[in-house]
């Protein structure tokens, strides 16, 4: 197969370099262009039939991704859409989901995540080019699976939970100032070594950002504080 033309569709020039960056190191994928906003997205869609995949911000200058997403779909343009973005509303995952997004990366994310979508997206491709005309279920259930397996990159580490993890990044968010693991423990019913795993797991995948805390006696005490989705 041909490699993947992938148009990024970000408003802020860090994140749209970045994943235009990205984009350049995951084999079977090239990229098209960059949009700034909605409007810029629709001209280079026109003035390019080969552009097959969408990355999406759903914050736009000129409107919400999913309007974009509307224009798109009702032009017929066959283009595959993967939202990149930070917005977490359900009601807004939900819309995405009904018109056709096919993969969900949230902000902040790292290379890693971000290529293990692509790489999910890219063997779902594989799969639909090698698959018969006349497909039976089994067939079907295989090209579906392949976007909704987990990618290795992001599987938890031995023992840690994702209802725990949950618990650890809403305590977080909460606490603009960050948390220590002690006070992360305390916040969610855990001892201060397994908060200290999980804020380490996330300070590792880029989510957080370790800060030192100096004042009272003994060692300086690391604190873990929320980076905000464009961090």
Known sequence: MSDVRVLVVEDEEVAAEAHATYVGRVPGFELAGVARSAGEAMRLLRNDDTIELLLLDMHLPDGHGLGLLQRVRAEGRPVDVIAVTSARDTEVVRRAVSQGVV???????????????????ADFRARL????????????DQLFGALRSRPTGEALPKGMSLDSLRAVVDALRRSPDGLSAT??????????????????HLANEGRVARQPRYGGTGRPEVGYVWRSPDA
């Open 129 to 140: 080019e090698t698959s018969p005309t006349d497909v039976v279920q089994d067939d079907v």
């Open 103 to 121: 993969l969900y990366l949230l902000k902040p994310f790292t290379f890693a995540a971000f290529r293990g979508k692509l790489e999910q997206y």
């Open 183 to 200: 006070e992360a423990g305390a916040a969610i019913g855990v001892s201060r070594v397994t908060a200290r795993r999980y804020l380490e």
